[in-house]
């Protein structure tokens, strides 16, 4: 296994970016090409700051303070009764745990959340907070971990700028579809009427 293998497989991938970086690949990848602390992973603390420090032959340090400690695993939650459907949330998650659409409802997979809290400041209405999990979910294990690097994969291909442009055309395929059907039910609507107006004269 290589170093960056063996610095992933430590890290918790909850791609949180408190770190600095962008997610736990390139904070993994700067701690070998351009050596950044190996203190700065908010959710593993001193366990990952140990595991670290052995496999970089460091020196154990404490967490940096301008991250925080460690905390109890929480995860997002979503308030329906304050959710309005604007998707600002949905690019934010790197797993793509948020499930919703335009002006629909959106909730959260908690068996996919990594608890990043980045879906958070987007949210117009402060309707996500962060809750404890079930019981469950509440230890990040290694199956957890290894569902989120292939969620976090699979959402960041997703959004190359071929990919959102094809979702895009999509949406909007959709949305178009949806206005054609309300129009044409408004016209049946409208000749119904029409018709009934006619038939009330006739016999009026």
């Not at 309005?84 to 959340?113: N, Q």
């Not at 997703?158 to 055309?169: A, I, L």
Request: neutral net charge.
């Amino acid at each position: 296994m290589s170093q960056i293998q063996q610095i992933q497989a430590v890290l918790p991938q909850t791609q949180c970016t408190r770190c600095g970086f962008s997610g736990c690949l390139p904070y993994a990848e700067a701690l070998i090409a351009a050596g950044a602390l190996h203190n700065r992973c908010h959710p593993g603390g001193d366990t990952v700051i140990v595991a670290l420090a052995k496999i970089l032959d460091r020196a154990i340090i404490p967490i940096d303070p301008t991250i925080g400690s460690a905390k109890l695993r929480q995860i997002a939650f979503i308030d329906s009764a304050k959710c309005i459907g604007c998707t600002l949330c949905l690019p934010s998650c790197p797993v793509d745990s948020i499930v919703g659409g335009p002006k629909r409802l959106h909730t959260i997979d908690p068996e996919r959340c990594t608890g990043c809290q980045l879906c958070i400041a987007p949210c117009p209405v402060d309707c996500i907070t962060m809750v404890a999990p079930q019981p469950h979910l509440r230890n990040w294990d290694q199956t957890q971990r290894e569902t989120a690097i292939n969620d976090y994969a699979i959402a960041m291909d997703r959004r190359t700028p071929e990919s959102e442009q094809n979702e895009d055309n999509a949406t909007n395929a959709m949305e178009n579809q949806v206005n054609i059907v309300a129009l044409a039910s408004e016209k049946q609507s409208a000749a119904k009427a029409a018709l009934a107006a006619a038939l009330k004269k006739a016999t009026g």
